[in-house]
């Protein structure tokens, strides 16, 4: 796409770190459009478009791309929604599946219709059992009975092989505008705001899928986190009910990001409490760091109050059983917050 192209802000976080602060503050700024906290997980998650670049062009087979393409159609399908739950459609004006199926077709060099072991393992257990073991006896025995000794295949369906190798980056770039395009068609805003288009950790490689990416990553004390989910949130994808596990989880979950040597000018990493004790510190921050000003910034506090978020810190101090927070402040020194 020749032309304007949006200049796009993502926030990325560990899961429960806060990292809507980002989506809700930018809402309040005039040349800003803020999808507000709903995920954009498709670019990053298992079989998205960082799985596709490994199959494509890292772990090359000639069956990898077929079950990579396959899958990442699946994402698209789920992604796109149904009219009960509409999900990605309803931000992207209907275009979601549409402009992600060309995506697709611009990285495919042939398909045909055909069958291989792979599609069998995509499919649940009794259409499975059905489509690869009944139907090939019933055709043989019924269907083709002078055919008896002939191998008789399971129903075909389309395979696909790709090797894009150079154009990848550039079709999926490509791909990134023109979804963000139809968004703001008329450029009324220079900045598109999603929440967790990319991970908190291997930056780098996501950069490459766009013309203009800024990352703001956002963490928060572990204390909080443990105590927050298990008095109040419940998630089962935080191991909170057990607190070993929960110690060794959040360590490892930061090493990951550790030692990566990451570009200022495209990443930012800041603490969920010095976003609020340290609210105008932050904010020129994110002036500097995303190259907006204070002028823009016409709804002050509207959407993120510091007033009100200073609430949902040491929040770990009413915690009823304070030798579990002794002993997360105990093993997760470095990431607990000292000014609380």
Not at 209 to 221: A, T
Not at 261 to 284: G, S
């Amino acid at each position: 796409m020749g032309g304007n192209k949006h200049k796009i802000i993502t926030c990325a976080g560990y899961g429960a770190t806060g990292s809507s602060v980002v989506t809700d503050l930018l809402k309040e700024f005039d040349n800003c459009y803020s999808t507000g906290d709903y995920e954009f997980r498709f670019i990053q998650d298992y079989e998205g478009i960082s799985y596709l670049e490994s199959a494509l062009l890292e772990n090359r087979h000639r069956l990898n791309s077929d079950i990579a393409i396959r899958r990442f159609k699946k994402i698209i399908d789920y992604h796109s929604g149904n009219f009960i739950f509409p999900r990605y459609e309803r931000f992207f004006n209907g275009k979601f599946k549409e402009i992600s199926y060309r995506y697709i077709d611009k990285l495919v060099d042939v398909s045909w219709k055909g069958y291989w072991e792979h599609h069998a393992i995509d499919k649940n257990a009794i259409v499975r059992f059905f489509c690869y073991k009944i139907y090939p006896r019933i055709k043989k025995i019924i269907i083709n009975p002078s055919e008896r000794r002939a191998v008789i295949q399971p129903p075909k369906s389309r395979i696909y092989f790709s090797y894009p190798e150079d154009r990848f980056y550039n079709a999926t770039k490509e791909y990134m505008q023109e979804l963000f395009h139809v968004i703001d068609l008329n450029f009324k805003y220079e900045y598109l705001v999603f929440d967790q288009l990319v991970p908190p950790a291997n930056i780098n490689r996501y950069l490459n899928y766009f013309y203009d990416l800024k990352v703001v990553v956002i963490d928060r004390d572990p204390r909080d986190i443990f105590a927050i989910n298990e008095m109040y949130e419940k998630e089962s994808w935080i191991p909170s009910h057990d607190l070993d596990v929960y110690i060794k989880w959040f360590r490892k979950l930061r090493q990951q990001a550790e030692g990566e040597i990451e570009d200022p000018k495209n990443i930012m990493r800041v603490k969920f409490e010095d976003t609020v004790i340290k609210y105008d510190d932050f904010l020129k921050e994110i002036y500097d760091f995303i190259g907006i000003t204070d002028k823009n910034h016409i709804h002050k506090r509207q959407y993120f109050n510091p007033d009100i978020s200073i609430k949902n810190i040491g929040v770990y101090k009413i915690y009823p059983d304070q030798e579990k927070v002794r002993i997360i402040e105990q093993e997760l020194k470095e990431y607990c917050y000292d000014e609380v």
